[in-house]
């Protein structure tokens, strides 16, 4: 099992940034994503890194805004994001995978956090 838990969501205006956690405990994964929820809406991958080698993979709609990263000795990976945007609201989500494929499928994911809420107003 593999305990993930998220902090740093919060409130932001248009163009601002937010960095967010997620620290993991527990067995062994070799990779980690996060993901986002608007209501209404479906599950989005937003970006994964495989560990601990540190491969990367964004969703269209973040690339060059968001960066994902890795802190192998905390166990914690971090989501920085920059010149958020009202649709980047959402609830986001920290997941742990045991395969070392870095994906943005959720059904690739075995253990997720309780999530962390991002709001951006204009």
């Known amino acids: 099992q593999v305990q993930l838990v998220e902090s740093g969501g919060g409130s932001v205006q248009a163009g601002g940034s937010l960095s967010l956690s997620c620290a993991a405990t527990g067995s062994t994964y070799r990779k980690m994503g996060w993901f986002r929820q608007a209501p209404g809406k479906e599950r989005e991958g937003v970006a994964s890194?495989?560990?601990?080698?540190?491969?990367?993979h964004y969703a269209d709609s973040v690339k060059g805004r968001f960066t994902i990263s890795q802190d192998n000795a905390k166990n914690t990976v971090y989501l920085h994001m920059n010149s958020l945007k009202p649709e980047d609201t959402a609830m986001y989500f920290c997941?742990?995978?045991?395969?070392?494929?870095?994906?943005?499928?959720?059904?690739?994911?075995?253990?997720w956090g309780q999530g962390t809420q991002v709001t951006v107003s204009s």
């Open positions: 890194i495989n560990i601990p080698y540190g491969f990367t």
């Open positions: 997941a742990a995978g045991v395969v070392p494929l870095a994906t943005l499928g959720a059904q690739f994911y075995d253990y």
